[in-house]
């Protein structure tokens, strides 16, 4: 009975590690797919080299902050989008996440306004509601124009903002002196900050490994569609038969 018992024991465990490892190894898979998209993704703005580099350093920020890489791609890919080079896509990024780490949002919330400012730099101008979408999410938007503008708050609603005046009073919030400043850093030494993370590395880790299995992926998918390419005038031969 005890005999049986360990045996049983040693077989869960043994099917509970393989099941990891076959999670693993589809998550690196998967995840190298996914880089490999959103670098071909970048490239249609910046070429291929560039969108490299870019990538590279959107990793880079997201292990020093509270967000996902997934979520600074998003954000620098729609900043890049609407005209703006990698550079400055990725310095408005990280004053843009360290205006919504100051108020205490999220990926959604990131994602969210990284839309409204893609908006502004679209048209040119902010709308009352792009306005309004930094106060939805808590950001006093207000007082950070009156700060970068040297104008009242009422001067300031009354005046038609352009993308580089939200730029300017976001990278101002977040220097030495602004109202948010030290925000992205403090919430990325918080708990959740950590996890999230460490989150990040342990996906990022695994795309890397995918990225290492690159060629035996790409010679199994050759294989694959070789083998399919047989496959629809097999079945027309014997189509008349079936």
């Known amino acids: 009975a005890i005999g049986s018992m360990i045996g049983n024991v040693g077989i869960q465990a043994g099917m509970a590690l393989l099941g990891v490892v076959k999670d693993g190894i589809g998550s690196a898979i998967s995840g190298s797919m996914a880089k490999e998209q959103a670098v071909t993704g970048l490239s249609t703005f910046l070429g291929k080299n560039q969108a490299t580099v870019a ?25 890049i989008s609407a005209g703006l080079n990698a550079k400055d896509a990725r310095e408005d990024t990280m004053n843009l996440a360290n205006a919504i780490a100051a108020v205490g949002g999220g990926d959604a919330e990131l994602s969210r306004m990284a839309a409204n400012m893609q908006q502004v730099k679209t048209v040119g ?84 490994l995918g990225d290492a299995m690159s060629p035996i992926i ?13 496959v629809g005038p097999a079945i027309m031969k014997i189509s008349p038969y079936i």
């Open 55 to 79: 990538y590279a350093n959107i990793r880079k920020d997201a292990e020093i902050t509270p967000y996902g890489t997934e979520s600074l791609l998003g954000v620098n890919r729609a900043l």
């Open 125 to 208: 101008k902010a709308t009352a509601m792009d306005i309004k979408q930094f106060g939805m999410v808590g950001i006093n938007i207000y007082e950070m124009l009156s700060k970068s503008t040297g104008k009242s708050i009422a001067e300031v609603k009354e005046m038609d903002v352009t993308y580089n005046q939200l730029a300017k009073s976001m990278a101002m919030a977040r220097s030495s002196g602004g109202i948010y400043a030290g925000a992205l850093e403090a919430q990325g030494q918080t708990k959740a900050g950590r996890w999230n993370t460490v989150q990040d590395m342990v996906k990022n880790s695994l795309v890397d």
């Open 218 to 230: 790409i010679q199994f998918l050759d294989l694959g569609q070789k083998a399919l390419s047989y």
